[in-house]
């Protein structure tokens, strides 16, 4: 009976294990495909200051233009 006992501590230990090899495993990808090179938020983060960039470089010259 102890002997029994003893090998469902080990395989739930085991499984335990596997089980968060599986979710640091995910997490890593989850990180790779968001700020990786090309990745979701890189891309998401470059059209969002792409964008204030231009909004400022067309009031910055409406600015030089009215004063003319």
Known sequence: MLKRNKMKKNRKKG????EYIVLVTAVIAVILVFLGSGGIFQSALN???????ASMQ???NRLANSYL
């Open 15 to 18: 499984q335990s294990t596997v």
């Open 47 to 53: 059209t969002t200051l792409n964008q204030g960039t």
């Open 58 to 60: 067309l009031l910055a």
